[in-house]
């Protein structure tokens, strides 16, 4: 037997102990036969794992989400000089046009403090339903 370490050839073995002093291939045809075995114990649950990934999917866009309307909340909410101008969201990558914050939230919607604090606390409700459904399922 041959313990991991140098090997007195001028190479290094891997650090588990081997039977002998030629390790097997990488990849070999029992690898794959391997992995087929793994997936029918996972095929299964399948349908709860695919949830799950989407669900975390949710809560990685709730996350951008929420960091997107951080910024609108210190430019137009919190800013204490009074300015009128509109507040730039994001812009689509292709067209490069501008999506801004009053095309989201129309002047009649009421006052635009209170549903901006309402689309937050939706956002993150959104995300902590998702996150605690992600983990359980």
């Known amino acids: 037997m041959v313990f991991a370490g140098f090997t007195g050839a001028g190479a290094w073995t891997s650090p588990r ?4 002093s030629t390790a097997k291939p990488l990849c070999h045809y029992g690898a794959v036969r391997d992995l087929a075995r793994l997936f029918a114990y996972v ?3 399948g349908a709860r794992i695919a949830v799950s990934v989407l669900l975390m999917a949710i809560v990685g866009a709730c996350y951008g989400a929420f960091a997107l309307l951080l ?4 430019d137009r909410f919190l800013n204490p000089l009074p300015g009128g101008e509109a ?4 812009k689509i990558p292709i067209t490069g046009q501008p999506i801004m ?11 635009p ?7 937050l606390l939706a956002v993150s409700v959104v995300k902590g339903l998702c996150d ?3 983990s359980c399922s």
């Not at 910024?71 to 210190?74: E, K, R």
């Open 113 to 119: 403090f209170t549903v901006f604090c309402g689309v």
């Open 132 to 134: 605690y459904s992600a």
């Open 17 to 20: 102990l081997l039977q002998s």
């Open 71 to 74: 910024q609108p909340l210190l």
């Open 43 to 45: 095929r299964p649950h």
């Open 87 to 90: 507040v730039e969201l994001l």
């Open 101 to 111: 914050l009053d095309d989201v939230l129309p002047a009649s919607a009421g006052n």
